[in-house]
């Protein structure tokens, strides 16, 4: 299977600070492949990247073999990439199926549109019950099914989702993970960022784990699941590596501490 | 008695009070995109007015005449956007909203060199003459007023509400980051409601002056007692927006009336002012609204 | 201030000069008038600088305060045969009053509004002054106003009157300085950048708009009378909304962070209106006002004074900017933290706190404590709360149930910069600094909560202003060196790289002398070299006695440093105790890598 997004190198950040360095990874078609790590490491950088909303210093994206990197938001969605942002930035004011309707802002067909809107309900009929109600209202797992619709109402080739999980409750993160899976069945492609590492991987294919700003694994995602390195990246342990900073540290404040209860100290104070 | 003189004076008022509603419903539909106050929405109307009027005179159709003035206020609107805005949406906000005051003073100083002090007027669009309501006597010219008044609201309902445009408009404010990620280019879309509320303004300009006549200096009173309106909407709300101008323009004819044409402009900036007064000491603001510096990601 | 005293001189030298050389080019009365009318315009656009450029107030109605000195001048002085200056002195203390009055509520609210209220006032008593005749003379006005007079001294010559009008415009300039060289300086340019921050420092956001606003009004007043005693004569149409543009008009060229820019402005607005009266084009006045206000605001917006000071800068720079450093930081270069916690306090304790926004329960019932002297941290997966809950601790969102005690003493209905001014110093995780301002002055600023920043001793420069201000400037300096950056102060943060940026916040925090700092991700953005040099740095600062809470994600530093890590996850507390007791936690383990949901690889 060919890649259908390519990440190449790619060095990106907010004005003077880079946050992803040097970040190689692919998606190929029909796969869902899992971004892990911890807070802070770049995942929803890397995905605002793809999406043109984020200065790229160097590196590339390229996209069925074409590079995206330097087109607007507007032609990226063209070509047929989509993201469901973090914490789904619905339009809270707007009903659902103007809501829908935003989705495929950059398509104008209007035909496609009903088809496409049709296709939304039939995937998700708590929807068609709720279209004429503003998106505010419904629930948190409502919400993500809407942001999940709306974004598929561009008819993307490649979806890229944000921390579906976020702020859902248990029960809601099964569902949508349920549906996330139904969307490879039908032939979707998914770039997965999840801070919560055993759903994702459940159902991921391969997976990345991100590392202040860089891969620090790259494996399937049965290797992942099981893998300490990727227990390590969040909490640290014994045999991570970054065990020894934190002994450092430690041993650091010790030493403090032992010195200033030694009285033959005198401090200088100004 | 009472009654008949109260709506020979509420009506007149209320149709006055069209113009500062769609006035008001311009500096809404701007600062939603933009987060900028238009000085310069009040201007538009100005030179609708004018401008039709000054046509007419050389011979333009009148119905010409109207659609030349409404082409000329949206094109104008779309060139300070382009030319004063566009280069420094970046910069503060009081220092976007004082480049709009000079776009005002400019375009208020070029009237009164090109057109003149003398008023000038248009004949009625269905004639000069009278009709009655409620006792009142009101020259027919109101039905025009009101009547592109409720069309122009219907038209921005629906431009709003049904195209596209309009919906990326809408997202534009409540959402920006997600309406980019739409797809949605908010650049242009100012350049757009920009054009709109310049065109909406000069139209209503236009059709006011066969009751109030047109002159260079017309453009301030009616800017700042349009944004009397807005703002009683918090500058969000078009609905309220609308009702408030209205509002003010019949507040003002009634206190024209009623007390005297000389106190009627301290009554309305009077109920501005206590407005603000009323807001600013019983809500306090400051806990969420506190703004953070721009090394926001 | 020893450093400024170069540019402050030759501008007070090129003001003496041009003040003086002036009458003697245009010495005929038509002349000296205009002289007259500049400076006192600049008298009020010295005030109007203040209010417009340094606090953002696009005050429309600015000319209503002239309108008030106008009239109280005149009135005071045909009517009830006053002296001159205590009629103007009547005028100003009118004037702040009601400005005072306005400014109070509306300044309370977001946006616009003071500009417009501003306005109304302005027309409103535009419209009195035409309806309450037998007062003010009605559309006639009142005439046979007499001339100045000082010290029962009549000043019956115009150039006499010229030369102390622009003695009060120098008076009105050395205030303006005053106030620019002061904390309320600092704290005008702190708002402009960033509230959060300049709120983080104690700063008190409303009441510094308040006082420019007073101040300005107080000044326009001053401007009033001085007009009305050469036109000798005062009626409605004297101070309109045209005064008002011309005033911003007048600052915008001059340049909008300049005192003295305000007085060129001043010049150059009432000279071009009298060119063009030369010319026989009164009519386009207003399209060239307007012009000059919308092509110096595009292309030039630092206005004449930043023109002179670029030229200035280009014939004096001696090229070699200074490169910041790092060096091994200094022990105990600072005071002792000024008020330490007994040990074993609970120094701040959260209380069964609860936020919720709308169904969404961002914070649960959250309790914990972080003890005095002690490092505590905060962790917890991606919407677990923390950011809430930090917010809650720090004053800038409202708990719904739930206390906040720091010290026993509760906090969670205070502002954000009372909690500041209580001893309560916090970093932003997306750095907050002033950019507008070099790394002294930013690191000074901290240093609000000890001055006092009233304006009258401000703007005269008090034995007390002036120790406050050595006193910070020392501070300061020995806040930098503890964090360890160097050859920094007369850098703007802007120009310096991201990790010494961050050093600049934290020695910020540090000069409010805090018993308690708030860290909020100090390590985001940091590679593993910088978050090591952190990590040290903040054990340095538990060292002195400062408590500090920092939330955070980076493990490394965490583990490493805290006495008590609080885990959150759904808006609630799931774990509170030693580093590696929390990391073994079940349920830590669970929320951070996710609950077993689905053990099935796809």
Request: proline share 4%.
């Amino acid at each position: 299977m060919s890649a259908l997004l390519e990440i190449d190198g790619l060095v990106a950040g907010y004005g003077r600070t880079q946050v992803l360095h040097d970040v190689t990874l692919e998606v190929r078609a029909g796969e869902i492949v899992a971004l892990i790590g911890a807070n802070g490491a770049g995942k929803s950088t890397l995905l605002n990247a793809v999406m043109g909303l984020v200065s790229i210093a160097a590196g590339d994206i390229r996209f069925a073999g074409k590079s995206i990197r330097r087109l607007p938001t507007a032609a990226i969605v063209r070509e047929g990439l989509v993201q469901v942002p973090e914490r789904r930035q619905l339009f809270g004011s707007m009903t659902v199926e103007e809501n829908l309707r935003m989705g495929a802002f950059a398509f104008r067909d209007r035909s496609r549109i009903a088809t496409l809107m049709e296709q939304q309900f039939e995937q998700f009929p708590i929807l068609r019950e709720r279209r004429r109600q503003s998106a505010s209202t419904l629930s948190g797992g409502e919400q993500q099914m809407l942001a999940i619709a709306r974004a598929m109402m561009s008819a993307p080739r490649l979806m890229l989702l944000d921390e579906p999980s976020l702020g859902l409750a248990p029960l809601f993160v099964t569902r949508i993970f349920d549906q996330i899976k139904a969307l490879r069945q039908n032939g979707g492609t998914i770039l997965l960022v999840e801070q919560n590492a055993r759903v994702a991987l459940s159902i991921a294919d391969r997976g990345y784990a991100l590392e202040s700003g860089r891969i620090a694994v790259a494996a399937s995602a049965a290797e992942l699941l099981y893998n300490p390195h990727v227990q390590d990246a969040y909490l640290g342990g014994a045999g991570s590596s970054s065990r020894a900073m934190e002994e450092r540290i430690r041993a650091m404040r010790r030493a403090m501490q032992a010195n200033a209860a030694a009285p033959r100290q005198s401090i200088q104070v100004t | 008695m009472g009654l008949s003189v109260f709506f020979q004076l509420l009506l007149p008022g209320l149709t006055t009070g069209c113009v500062y509603a769609l006035i008001a419903l311009g500096f809404v539909l701007c600062y939603s995109v933009s987060n900028v106050i238009n000085m310069a929405q009040g201007e538009f109307v100005m030179l609708g007015g004018l401008l039709a009027a000054w046509l007419y005179t050389k011979g333009v159709p009148l119905p010409l005449a109207i659609l030349a003035a409404t082409l000329a206020g949206a094109l104008l609107g779309a060139a300070q956007e382009r030319l004063t805005l566009a280069p420094v949406r970046r910069t503060a906000q009081f220092i976007q909203i004082t480049i709009t005051l000079g776009v005002a003073v400019i375009l208020r100083g070029l009237a009164l060199i090109f057109f003149g002090k003398e008023p000038f007027n248009l004949p009625g669009f269905s004639g000069n003459g009278v009709f009655f309501l409620f006792d009142a006597i009101l020259p027919v010219q109101t039905l025009w007023v009101w009547g592109s008044t409720v069309l122009l609201l219907l038209a921005l309902y629906l431009f709003l509400q049904r195209t596209d445009t309009g919906r990326a408009v809408r997202a534009c404010s409540i959402n920006p980051l997600a309406a980019r990620l739409m797809g949605v280019n908010a650049d242009q879309l100012t350049l757009v409601v920009f054009a709109v509320a310049g065109g909406i303004g000069a139209l209503a300009g236009a059709v006011i002056t066969p009751i109030v006549l047109a002159n260079w200096d017309a453009g301030f009173q009616y800017g700042l007692k349009g944004f009397i309106g807005a703002i009683m909407g918090g500058l969000r709300s078009p609905t309220i927006a609308v009702v408030a101008g209205l509002g003010v323009g019949a507040a003002e004819s009634l206190a024209a009336g009623y007390l005297s044409s000389g106190w009627k402009d301290a009554i309305v900036y009077g109920l501005l002012l206590a407005f603000l007064l009323v807001r600013g000491g019983v809500f306090v603001f400051g806990r969420a609204g506190l703004t953070a510096g721009t090394a926001d990601r | 201030m020893m450093r400024r005293l170069g540019p402050t001189t030759l501008a007070l030298a090129a003001f003496a000069a041009l003040v003086s050389v002036y009458p003697l080019v245009m010495p005929s009365s038509y002349g000296v008038g205009i002289g007259i009318t500049a400076g006192a315009m600049a008298a009020g656009s010295v005030g109007f600088v203040l209010l417009l450029g340094y606090a953002h107030q696009l005050a429309l109605g600015q000319a209503g305060f002239c309108m008030i000195g106008g009239y109280a001048s005149a009135i005071l002085t045909v009517r009830y045969h006053w002296d001159p200056v205590p009629a103007l002195l009547a005028g100003v203390v009118v004037s702040t009053a009601i400005a005072w009055i306005v400014a109070v509520p509306i300044l309370k609210l977001r946006g616009f509004v003071l500009a417009m209220g501003s306005l109304a006032l302005h027309l409103m008593l535009i419209v009195f002054a035409y309806e309450m005749q037998p007062l003010t003379g009605g559309a006639l006005g009142t005439y046979g106003v007499p001339r100045f007079a000082l010290f029962g001294f009549v000043l019956t010559t115009d150039l006499a009157y010229y030369f102390v009008i622009w003695g009060i415009v120098l008076l009105f300039v050395a205030i303006g300085l005053n106030i620019d060289r002061s904390c309320v300086g600092r704290a005008l340019k702190a708002i402009a950048v960033s509230e959060v921050a300049a709120a983080a420092v104690g700063i008190d956001i409303v009441r510094h708009k308040v006082q420019m606003f007073v101040v300005a009004a107080a000044m326009a007043s001053v401007s009033g009378s001085l007009f009305v005693h050469f036109l000798r004569a005062m009626d409605p149409s004297v101070f309109g909304f045209a005064f008002s543009l011309n005033l911003i008009t007048a600052v915008i060229i001059g340049g909008l962070m300049s005192i003295w820019g305000a007085a060129i402005g001043a010049t150059a607005v009432t000279a071009l209106r009298e060119g063009l009266r030369g010319l026989s084009l009164p009519m386009w006045e207003s399209v060239i006002m307007g012009a000059l206000t919308v092509i110096v605001l595009l292309a030039f917006p630092r206005g004449i004074a930043g023109f002179i000071g670029k030229v200035f800068a280009r014939l004096s720079g001696d090229g070699s900017a200074p490169r910041p450093s790092l060096i091994e930081p200094v022990a105990s270069a600072l005071p002792p933290c000024a008020d330490r916690g007994r040990a074993g306090e609970a120094l701040l304790e959260v209380c069964a706190v609860s936020r919720a926004f709308g169904s969404l329960k961002a914070v649960s019932d959250v309790s914990f404590t972080a003890p005095a002297g002690a490092i505590t941290a905060l962790i917890g997966p991606n919407g677990a709360g923390k950011t809430t809950l930090f917010n809650l601790i720090c004053g800038s969102q409202p708990v719904d149930s739930g206390t906040v005690l720091f010290r026993g003493a509760p906090i969670e209905r205070l502002l954000p910069n009372e909690i500041a001014s209580r001893g309560i110093g916090r970093t932003f995780q997306n750095l907050q600094l002033f950019d507008n301002m070099s790394v002294l002055d930013n690191v000074m600023s901290g240093r609000h909560r000890f001055h006092t920043s009233a304006v009258l001793p401000v703007s005269i420069h008090t034995l007390r202003v002036r120790r406050d201000e050595d006193e910070a400037s020392r501070i300061a300096r020995e806040c930098l060196r503890f964090v360890g950056l160097r050859d920094a102060e007369t850098l703007l943060p802007g120009e310096l790289a991201f990790g010494h940026q961050r050093l600049v916040e934290v020695a910020r925090a540090l000069a409010l002398q805090p018993t308690l700092l708030l860290m909020d991700e100090p390590a985001s953005g940091l590679n593993d070299t910088e978050t090591e040099r952190l990590a040290g740095l903040i054990a340095r600062i538990a060292m002195l006695g400062i408590t500090v809470l920092l939330v955070e994600h980076d493990m490394r530093l965490v583990m490493g440093l805290a006495d008590t890590v609080v885990v959150m996850h759904h808006g609630q507390k799931i774990a509170e105790g030693l580093p590696d007791r929390v990391r073994a936690d079940s349920a830590v383990i669970a929320a951070y890598l996710g609950a077993e949901v689905d053990e099935r690889v796809a």
